[in-house]
């Protein structure tokens, strides 16, 4: 089996809404960690943080191999230096069809950044149905013309140019596998700040981690970054090549080499099938 996903995470408070969420959460948490018991094989997309809720049971086979392989062009060529633009522009990726996001979260942080006399703009890139909600938020809090809804933009070629422009890729989510959009801006040597959650603090450092639904702590560690060039040039650097770690040449011998290993332990149980 594949673990993409963290499903205690998924149905967390504030995270989806449904009536049922409590009973999902539990049910959809417990059957994973028995489907992952009983599995004879296990990958998973993060390093430790699936592993440590959902182990496989011992003597399986287990790996941690990313579904996310990312070709050659996905990648910068070098590092960024310092922007001297007068307002820097931040960006984020994601589905708008549930709030787990946390887009919420970064267009209040971006208020508090008005506020306090900091000149930033967001590009929202995404589609969902809570997008009216979080245009609405944006206008209440005074920032609607700092906040740009961009819509869906294709992966590829025009992705990597909306993230070629901006300074900073913020990722405010409250619950997270091993993102990908993350790992595709690390790759265009964007600095980023995420929340603690999920895989991410596999990807960034503590010093670029904050807490999930805390706008004020995020503001101040957008800030912090903004004003800290020397900070943002080791960023820029240091999420290019821990994103080559995702690169379709790095993790297809990893996967083939798991799906060799799950060949040849369960040949002997074809057999005597068969037989």
């Not at 993060?46 to 790996?63: D, F, I, K």
């Not at 633009?85 to 979260?105: A, E, L, N």
């Not at 895989?199 to 800030?223: F, H, K, N, S, V």
């Not at 080791?234 to 690169?247: D, E, G, K, P």
Request: proline share 8%; aromatic share 6%; charged share 25%.
């Amino acid at each position: 089996m594949e673990v993409v996903a963290d499903p205690y995470d998924v149905f967390a408070p504030g995270v989806i809404e449904h009536p049922l969420r409590p009973l999902l959460r539990r049910r959809f948490a417990a059957r994973l960690r028995r489907e992952c018991h009983s599995a004879i094989a296990a990958s998973y997309v993060t390093e430790r943080h699936l592993q440590s809720r959902y182990p496989s049971r011992p003597g399986a086979l287990a790996v941690a191999a990313s579904s996310i392989d990312l070709p050659a062009p996905a990648f910068a060529p070098a590092g960024r230096g310092h922007s001297c633009r007068v307002t820097h522009h931040i960006i984020t990726v994601g589905t708008m069809d549930q709030m787990y996001k946390g887009f919420d979260t970064l267009i209040t942080a971006v208020a508090q950044l008005d506020r306090e006399g900091v000149p930033v703009r967001l590009s929202q890139i995404g589609t969902g149905r809570f997008q009216p909600r979080l245009e609405q938020l944006a206008a209440r809090l005074g920032v609607a013309d700092q906040v740009a809804f961009v819509g869906w933009v294709p992966p590829g070629e025009a992705l990597r140019r909306r993230l070629d422009d901006a300074d900073l890729f913020v990722m405010p989510s409250r619950t997270e596998g091993l993102p990908r959009a993350l790992i595709e801006a690390m790759a265009r040597a964007l600095p980023a700040i995420g929340t603690s959650v999920g895989g991410i603090p596999e990807l960034l450092p503590p010093t670029d981690l904050a807490r999930p639904d805390d706008p004020e702590g995020l503001a101040r560690m957008i800030r912090e970054m903004l004003r800290d060039p020397e900070r943002m040039t080791t960023a820029s650097a240091r999420n290019l090549a821990h994103a080559h770690r995702y690169s379709r040449a790095s993790l297809t011998p990893r996967r083939d080499a798991f799906y060799q290993a799950v060949h040849d332990a369960t040949a002997g149980r074809v057999v005597a099938r068969s037989a």
